[in-house]
């Protein structure tokens, strides 16, 4: 990533800086350190992040399509309609359940890397997204056509389009450091790489 850009124009400089300082929130039990990578708190460096790929380049611009528009398509109260993704499907198309992890798979989907439904069930079989835990867990493989897959990042700064995780959310890297996520209502941005004060658990990438 870059943490400052100078730009000259007409003879003149210009800078880019974020509008705003962030403080990372405190909360009982948790322990946050500067070092965490993305965590952005008071007096810390600019943020500006370079992509490394066209994909990664197509999923910011489709993640943030959806954020722009503050779209309500992944909300919570919200069914969807994933049978153009696979088959098999919950009947509720996913109404009153939590979407982050939808948004990530449609957005991955629409960028060019259909990722593979998990079968689910124990008496009657059906399919659905990865869930977060899924994402966090390293002994997961997200699969997509066509690959290469999702995999753990082993980087200490994030990039943008890359897949981020924290607690039981996730949501795409921006560039400026920001994730766009899908909460219970609309698509947004949350300004910390960490969610609700705890640090970044994963990053899977996908050249």
Not at 104 to 121: D, L, P, Q, T
Not at 140 to 168: K, N, Q
Request: hydrophobic content about 35%; proline content about 6%.
């Amino acid at each position: 990533g870059i943490f400052k850009i100078r730009a000259k124009i007409n003879g003149e400089y210009f800078y880019y800086r974020r509008h705003q300082d962030v403080e990372i929130p405190v909360h009982p039990g948790v322990s946050l350190h500067l070092n965490t990578h993305g965590a952005l708190a008071m007096g810390g460096f600019d943020f500006v992040g370079v992509c490394e790929s066209e994909f990664q380049k197509q999923v910011v611009f489709n993640a943030y399509h959806y954020c722009q528009t503050q779209s309500t398509k992944f909300a919570k109260n919200t069914p969807i309609d994933l049978s153009s993704y696979g088959t098999g499907l919950p009947k509720n198309n996913f109404q009153g359940m939590p979407k982050c992890n939808i948004f990530v798979f449609v957005v991955s989907h629409e960028s060019g890397a259909k990722i593979k439904m998990k079968e689910r069930g124990l008496w009657e079989t059906y399919f659905s997204p990865p869930l977060v835990k899924e994402w966090k867990n390293k002994s997961v493989i997200i699969e997509t056509t066509p690959t290469p897959d999702w995999t753990i990042s082993e980087r200490h700064f994030p990039i943008p389009g890359l897949a981020i995780a924290s607690g039981g959310h996730m949501g795409i890297v921006d560039y400026d450091g920001f994730w766009i996520h899908a909460n219970s209502y609309y698509v947004c941005k949350t300004i910390e790489l960490g969610f609700v004060g705890r640090p970044t658990e994963i990053l899977r990438e996908r050249e």
